[in-house]
T-cell receptor, first 117, second 115 residues
Framework: AQKVTQAQTEISVVEKEDVTLDCVYE???????LFWYKQPPSGELVFLIR??????QNEISGRYSWNFQKSTSSFNFTITASQVVDSAVYFC??????????????FGPGTRLSVLP | GAVVSQHPSRVICKSGTSVKIECRSL??????MFWYRQFPKQSLMLMAT?????????EQGVEKDKFLINHASLTLSTLTVTSAHPEDSSFYIC???????????FGDGTRLSIL
């Protein structure tokens, strides 16, 4: 069965620091998708990124960057120059299969990030 | 704008009340929708898969008679928490995706508090 581990339960940083959120996954499928979502205190889920298992290219979007390493089954997320508005719970998620995101969509336990002014 | 509309956003009611939560797909037809539950400081757990025109599929440990799901149209799925009790207090969130290969769209969630 697939599994997503986010070893960091809570992280606190001071504004402008860089922070990396770890995500390690387990799956037997060769085709799968990895996701990161942000959940601010208001509760809604904000989609950040999707990466398929055949694309190991790292991605940068503004202050956000993602490092996908199949060799270590990791999909880590880095926020550069963190801001108070980045404070939220961040979920890594895994979906097995070629195209169906619903079934077998598993969230990690989440990492609560607090950015202090 | 929002792709998935979930209503209500918050419910506070007495124990024993049944509560209906609606999940609407605004821009596309959704044959499949998903219902998740999130207890405080925990992750989201899939409760059930709602299939238009057929019975929902429930995850292990989720009582189908307790959490009634109806997906009568291609744009609407409803979750009814029957005879809710304080332990049912949670954050319920629905999702769907327009096409295979597209990421899920989540509703904004419903915070249910049973007194």
């Amino acid at each position: 069965a697939q599994k997503v581990t986010q070893a960091q339960t809570e992280i606190s940083v001071v504004e402008k620091e860089d922070v990396t959120l770890d995500c390690v996954y387990e799956t037997r499928d060769t085709t799968y998708y990895l996701f990161w979502y942000k959940q601010p205190p208001s509760g809604e889920l904000v989609f950040l990124i999707r990466r398929n298992s055949f694309d190991e290219q790292n991605e940068i979007s503004g202050r956000y960057s993602w490092n996908f390493q199949k060799s270590t089954s990791s999909f880590n997320f880095t926020i550069t120059a963190s801001q108070v508005v980045d404070s939220a719970v961040y979920f890594c998620a895994l979906s097995e299969g070629a195209g169906n995101y619903g079934q077998n969509f598993v969230f990690g336990p989440g990492t609560r990030l607090s950015v202090l002014p | 704008g929002a792709v998935v509309s979930q209503h209500p956003s918050r419910v506070i009611c007495k124990s024993g009340t049944s509560v209906k939560i609606e999940c609407r797909s605004l821009d596309f037809q959704a044959t499949t929708m998903f219902w998740y539950r999130q207890f405080p400081k925990q992750s989201l757990m899939l409760m059930a898969t709602s299939n238009e025109g057929s019975k929902a599929t429930y995850e292990q440990g989720v009582e189908k008679d307790k959490f009634l799901i109806n997906h009568a149209s291609l744009t609407l799925s409803t979750l009814t928490v029957t005879s809710a009790h304080p332990e049912d207090s949670s954050f319920y969130i629905c999702s769907t995706h327009p096409l295979s290969g597209q990421p899920q769209h989540f509703g904004d969630g419903t915070r249910l508090s049973i007194l």
